[in-house]
């Protein structure tokens, strides 16, 4: 039988969910950020199908919860150690009010987390320094890959796009607060940066490619290694017909495209025509 898992927008709600489920004899156990990702986290709770269907009936005069999602075992361990602390800190704290099966792939989740902090004044400063950012200022957003994790930033929220579960989302989310600090710590040093920035689309990578559906890279089509550069998650040295084969020719596009996704493409340049 199938386990689901939820959190919760603040400790309020789940200490009530607690407070409901043993009041109810029902059968649970917890998953905890604490200590590492305390600052983003509030515990979430795992049930059976059965009891889920009892806390549905529950859910909103009870306690208030996320959303519901298929439970699977975290990868990676919560850290043992405190989370960082900042003197200035425009992130604050976290709290996931959205939690769902992600669209595109519903082996992971989304999520949407709100901020106590502000995002809005730091966001000239992450553009300034992360070239494979989109920056809107009009919204203003920031979006950005993390891997497969597309992870947008607006003024007092975060969405986060197939994030594996709820510790990778943890973990997300601590990452990018730590990241926007230190930058914001460092905010003195950088020359902020207004201008609106668009990531190339995948089909521009895929222009740049021979179209030979090879399959030396390991993908099955030229499209499939495109959106995987597009998404900054493997080399383009691994496209052999371009590094190594009759197509040499498309080397400076394609590590120029690259060069604008912020791939990094040290030691690929020499030898080119």
């Given at each position: 039988?199938?386990?689901?898992?939820?959190?919760?927008?603040?400790?309020?709600?789940?200490?009530r969910a607690c407070a409901h489920l043993n009041s109810t004899g029902a059968r649970y156990?917890?998953?905890?950020?604490?200590?590492?990702?305390?600052?983003?986290?509030?515990?979430?709770?795992?049930?059976?199908?059965?009891?889920?269907?009892?806390?549905?009936?529950?859910?909103?005069?009870?306690?208030?919860?996320?959303?519901?999602?298929?439970?699977?075992?975290?990868?990676?361990?919560?850290?043992?150690?405190?989370?960082?602390?900042?003197?200035?800190?425009?992130?604050?704290?976290?709290?996931?009010?959205?939690?769902?099966?992600?669209?595109?792939?519903?082996?992971?989740?989304?999520?949407?987390?709100?901020?106590?902090?502000?995002?809005?004044?730091?966001?000239?400063?992450?553009?300034?320094?992360?070239?494979?950012?989109?920056?809107?200022?009009?919204?203003?957003?920031?979006?950005?890959?993390?891997?497969?994790?597309?992870?947008?930033?607006?003024?007092?929220?975060?969405?986060?796009?197939?994030?594996?579960?709820?510790?990778?989302?943890?973990?997300?989310?601590?990452?990018?607060?730590?990241?926007?600090?230190?930058?914001?710590?460092?905010?003195?040093?950088?020359?902020?940066?207004?201008?609106?920035?668009?990531?190339?689309?995948?089909?521009?990578?895929?222009?740049?490619?021979?179209?030979?559906?090879?399959?030396?890279?390991?993908?099955?089509?030229?499209?499939?290694?495109?959106?995987?550069?597009?998404?900054?998650?493997?080399?383009?040295?691994?496209?052999?017909?371009?590094?190594?084969?009759?197509?040499?020719?498309?080397?400076?596009?394609?590590?120029?495209?690259?060069?604008?996704?912020?791939?990094?493409?040290?030691?690929?340049?020499?030898?080119?025509?």
């Amino acid at each position: 039988m199938p386990a689901f898992l939820t959190t919760f927008p603040g400790h309020p709600e789940f200490e009530r969910a607690c407070a409901h489920l043993n009041s109810t004899g029902a059968r649970y156990e917890l998953v905890s950020p604490l200590p590492g990702y305390g600052c983003v986290g509030v515990p979430a709770i795992v049930v059976e199908q059965e009891e889920r269907a009892r806390l549905a009936i529950a859910d909103g005069g009870a306690f208030t919860c996320s959303g519901w999602v298929e439970f699977r075992p975290a990868t990676l361990p919560v850290p043992a150690s405190a989370p960082l602390g900042f003197a200035a800190d425009t992130f604050g704290r976290c709290a996931i009010m959205v939690l769902a099966p992600c669209v595109a792939d519903e082996a992971r989740i989304r999520l949407v987390a709100h901020i106590s902090g502000n995002l809005e004044p730091v966001m000239p400063f992450l553009n300034a320094t992360t070239a494979s950012g989109l920056y809107c200022p009009d919204g203003p957003t920031f979006t950005f890959m993390e891997g497969p994790r597309m992870i947008s930033l607006y003024s007092r929220r975060i969405t986060v796009a197939k994030a594996d579960e709820i510790v990778d989302a943890w973990r997300t989310l601590e990452q990018v607060r730590v990241w926007v600090n230190e930058v914001w710590q460092r905010r003195e040093t950088i020359s902020p940066c207004h201008e609106t920035r668009h990531r190339p689309p995948a089909l521009e990578v895929y222009r740049r490619l021979p179209g030979t559906n090879c399959r030396a890279c390991g993908e099955k089509t030229c499209m499939a290694f495109a959106l995987r550069l597009w998404k900054a998650e493997v080399s383009p040295a691994r496209c052999e017909p371009v590094f190594a084969g009759r197509f040499s020719h498309l080397r400076p596009a394609l590590l120029s495209i690259c060069a604008g996704l912020g791939i990094d493409i040290k030691g690929l340049e020499d030898g080119q025509e």
